[in-house]
């Protein structure tokens, strides 16, 4: 019934056909901006992966880092960027620990110990996980959720949607506000591709309530791919089908989301950001009729924001700052 309602609405199943096949993504060469800080990176005293059931019985991977000094202020979830894993944010895990946070940092489903790289069950599974990771493993309050890049965007998800109550602030690092934010840059400066033809007709059959009824491999098919190395690519996650790309970011409707949230959130971004728009940040904010704090950051590119000691202090502050007015 519902493929003849497609059919009817103008869309010819050799189009649909053609869009699945041919309308993937490119392939874009290696980021070397985003790719090579990690190559050096310390990874001494990173934690080890430790696990809790989510509802539907799979094992959703995370890290633990135990506040410095006993007792924490408080707790932080990370939520990393796009192909990463938990390991990505060690550094500013390890700083934030210092600091006196209890802090999680998980392999959001689809990345790194969680599940099958690049995929997940249905749009809203990461909501879902999220939701069930609080409940096992109930973090200290005041608990703030911060992401960054994708991992950003996902979490102003979260903070503008009727789950915002899981935490007392939200903390959006460089974030993914979406391709028609005014932050966005094309491809975002050249870390992705999306296969735009593919993605509509899969997004065309959600919408008409088909796409859990596709076989795996065409729910599957590649919509994103990623600029890594042909060593980062065996590591990490190099593409996202369909229902990851769509739930790994903020809502088509950024500015909604933002009105819609009503717990402190604070912006941090580098003021040489590789990927989007550092200066446009402020703007969106005011857009959407909040006052956020927006912190530019002077001297730090896309990645920086997570790596450098100079970051992970105004990360601290402004963390400090939200949870004291939470």
């Known amino acids: 019934m519902k493929l003849a309602l497609a059919l009817s609405a103008g869309i010819p199943l050799t189009l649909l056909g053609a869009?699945?096949?041919?309308?993937?993504?490119?392939?874009?060469?290696?980021?070397?901006?985003?790719?090579?800080?990690?190559?050096?990176?310390?990874?001494?005293?990173?934690?080890?992966?430790?696990?809790?059931?989510a509802r539907d019985g799979a094992a959703l991977a995370y890290r633990a880092y135990a506040p410095a000094g006993g007792a924490p202020r408080g707790s932080v979830v990370l939520v990393h960027g796009s192909s990463a894993s938990s390991e990505s944010l060690h550094p500013l895990a390890r700083a934030l620990a210092a600091a006196g946070w209890a802090v999680l940092a998980p392999d959001w489903r689809g990345h790194g110990a969680t599940g099958q790289r690049g995929r997940i069950g249905h749009v809203g599974q990461l909501d879902e996980d999220l939701e069930d990771l609080m409940a096992a493993l109930r973090p200290?309050?005041?608990?703030?959720?911060?992401?960054?890049?994708?991992?950003?965007?996902?979490?102003?998800?979260?903070?503008?949607?009727?789950?915002?109550?899981?935490?007392?602030?939200?903390?959006?690092?460089?974030?993914?506000?979406?391709?028609?934010?005014?932050?966005?840059?094309?491809?975002?400066?050249?870390w992705v591709r999306v296969g735009v033809p593919r993605l509509v007709a899969l997004m065309l059959l959600d919408r008409l309530g088909l796409w859990r009824a596709l076989p795996q491999a065409l729910q599957d098919l590649p919509v994103t791919r990623f600029a890594l190395d042909p060593a980062a690519r065996e590591r990490l996650t190099a593409a996202y089908g369909y229902a990851l790309a769509t739930n790994f970011r903020a809502p088509a409707d950024h500015q909604a989301t933002m009105r819609a949230a009503?717990?402190?959130?604070?912006?941090?971004?580098?003021?040489?950001?590789?990927?989007?728009?550092?200066?446009?940040?402020?703007?969106?904010?005011?857009?959407?009729?909040?006052?956020?704090?927006?912190?530019?950051?002077?001297?730090?590119?896309?990645?920086?924001?997570?790596?450098?000691?100079?970051?992970?202090?105004?990360?601290?502050?402004?963390?400090?700052?939200?949870?004291?007015?939470?």
């Open 262 to 326: 009503q717990r402190p959130v604070a912006v941090l971004v580098g003021a040489n950001d590789e990927a989007f728009r550092p200066e446009r940040y402020a703007d969106e904010v005011a857009q959407a009729g909040q006052r956020w704090p927006v912190r530019v950051l002077p001297g730090l590119g896309h990645i920086a924001i997570t790596l450098e000691a100079g970051a992970h202090a105004a990360i601290v502050e402004t963390l400090a700052t939200l949870q004291a007015g939470s």
């Open 19 to 53: 869009a699945l096949t041919f309308g993937g993504p490119a392939t874009p060469p290696p980021m070397d901006s985003i790719g090579a800080p990690f190559r050096s990176l310390d990874m001494s005293g990173l934690p080890p992966v430790q696990t809790v059931p």
């Open 140 to 190: 200290a309050a005041p608990a703030t959720l911060a992401g960054f890049s994708s991992g950003g965007g996902f979490v102003l998800r979260i903070a503008g949607s009727a789950r915002q109550g899981l935490f007392q602030s939200y903390l959006l690092l460089s974030p993914f506000l979406g391709q028609d934010a005014s932050t966005h840059r094309p491809d975002s400066g050249g």
